[in-house]
């Protein structure tokens, strides 16, 4: 029920003329938030480490984006080459992908042509769309999180950077 009423609350703070065009998500956006809400609980937790991941995701007017997000807080390895645990727990804590998108002002879905987790190749990921105070606003579609595996909706709020 959370999860209904905080998208709804993000809908009021956009209002219609603050419509979205293709044209308006071209170029470099920087992971301010990501959030999500386990909708078993309605519990609200940090997304990917922390409060402040550090995630990047890029528009092409030719029609593709790429994406990478590193989780905040990520350990470095010990060595130059990292051990076998290392590389699993980097691994974990880092994903990365690339495609093509298509956009209709109220939801933006990528295909999947390249990831950093084969899973994902060949799939498209949909996100709703809004957007609020020069900040475009995703929220996924239920889906198991792949941390936990726990049916959640994430919202990740992207930034132009500075």
Not at 100 to 121: C, L, P, V
Request: charge should be neutral.
């Amino acid at each position: 029920m959370r999860v209904g009423f905080w998208i709804f609350g993000c809908c009021l703070l956009v209002s219609p003329a603050q419509a979205l065009d293709t044209k308006d998500i071209l170029g470099t956006w920087r992971l301010a938030t990501a959030q999500r809400t386990i909708v078993d609980t309605g519990e609200v937790v940090d997304s990917y480490g922390g409060p402040r991941p550090n995630g990047w995701i890029n528009y092409d007017a030719s029609g593709r984006v790429m994406v990478v997000v590193a989780y905040q807080g990520r350990e470095k390895p010990a060595g130059a080459a990292p051990t076998d645990a290392e590389r699993a727990r980097l691994h974990r804590s880092f994903f990365a992908y690339a495609g093509t998108y298509t956009f209709d002002g109220k939801s933006i879905t990528h295909a999947i042509d390249t990831s950093w987790n084969e899973t994902w190749t060949g799939t498209s990921q949909v996100r709703d769309v809004a957007y609020a105070d020069g900040k475009l606003v995703y929220t996924t579609r239920p889906a198991p999180f792949s941390g936990d595996g726990k049916v959640s909706v994430v919202t990740l709020v992207w930034e132009r950077p500075n």
